[in-house]
């Protein structure tokens, strides 16, 4: 059951009589980063020339994740920028969907959303530097006209604030959301002075399957996909966008 106590950071472990700490959410960052890595090296420990179980699972999300990054740039650069795009969705794919086993979504903690963020914009800067370099970086914010430099520079920079709260806010919205329909279950039940634990997880399973399932994976889809898009577009000069 989702809980709406705890929207901001909240302290779980604490160092040096709590002046240092972790949180609930890099906790569960840290356990899905974990995951991750284990799965990698599960499926890489005996590479066969005829993939079977794991490794041609492993196989299947890394050619699609190659495939959908070569949708938005030429296969040179989808091959450089492939491990990075598949990380993050998977990544945010597991965070989204924290919340199934009844804690808060890592994403749900405006933190994290602005983390990835802000990640993500200093790669897409960094690409526009090195394609570019320093000085025709600096153009393109004034292509191709002089005067959208100013409104350039602020469309960048709006970019980590709406991917952060766009994500931030759509995996809050469907925590809160749930956490609604629970306590409203609970309320009915409880007035009518019955308990039937098999229909309080039946009813709200559609929701659930909704918020927990599907929105991650949409999420994720969403908020990659933009990442793409806008490294796609630091690749390009004016000329030849």
Known sequence: MHSTEHLGPRKIIGF???????TETVLLALIVAVIMVVLALLSTRKLEREPKGVQLIAELIVDGMYKLTGTMMDKRNAEIY???VGTLFLFLIFTNATGLFGVRPVTAD???AFALSITTFLVI???????????????HYGEPYPFMFPIMVIKDL?????????LFGNIT????IMAFVFKALHAATDGLGISIPFLQFLIPLPMNLFFDV????????????????????????????
């Open 158 to 166: 709006s970019l980590p604030v709406s991917l952060a709260f766009r």
């Open 16 to 22: 040096l009589d709590g002046s240092v700490f972790i």
């Open 173 to 176: 919205g469907g925590m809160i």
């Open 110 to 112: 405006v933190n994290t």
């Open 214 to 241: 599907f929105e991650p994976i949409l999420q994720g889809f969403i908020f990659t996909t933009l990442t793409m898009a806008f490294l796609a577009m630091s690749l390009t000069t004016h000329e030849n966008h």
């Open 125 to 139: 800067q960094g690409t526009s530097i090195r394609n570019r370099g320093i000085l025709g970086h600096l153009k």
């Open 82 to 84: 492939a491990p990075f």
